[in-house]
């Protein structure tokens, strides 16, 4: 145990996130979050069509799913700097702004 000290490998928070463990955690809930998001709007439609009698708007659904994880993103993820037309453009770009970051 004393080696691991003096060559600074004692797996304290900040080595942890240095060696990206931890984000790659915190990574794993925020594409959860994400993919619930999208299967929660797509199962809203699908009960609206069913229920309702509605047809499903595949545009309606995609828009609706891009702007509640856009809105979900910006407001729990604190380095998240991007616009809604930046995300509407290229979401892939914006996630990996927020790896980096």
């Known amino acids: 145990m004393t080696w691991r000290v ?22 794993c809930i925020m594409y959860g979050s994400i993919w619930m998001t999208v299967v929660g709007k797509i199962w809203k439609h699908r009960n609206k069509s069913i229920f309702r009698n509605n ?7 995609f828009t609706v799913m891009q702007l509640k994880v856009w809105s979900w993103i ?28």
Request: proline fraction near 2%; charge should be positive; glycine fraction near 0%.
């Open 55 to 61: 047809r499903i708007d595949h545009v309606e659904v």
């Open 6 to 27: 003096l060559i600074n490998k004692i797996a304290t928070r900040v080595n942890l996130e240095d060696r990206w463990i931890m984000m790659l955690s915190n990574q």
């Open 74 to 101: 910006t407001s729990m993820v604190v380095v998240a700097s991007f616009s809604y037309s930046d995300w509407c453009v290229d979401p892939l770009v914006c996630m990996k702004s927020i790896r980096k970051a």
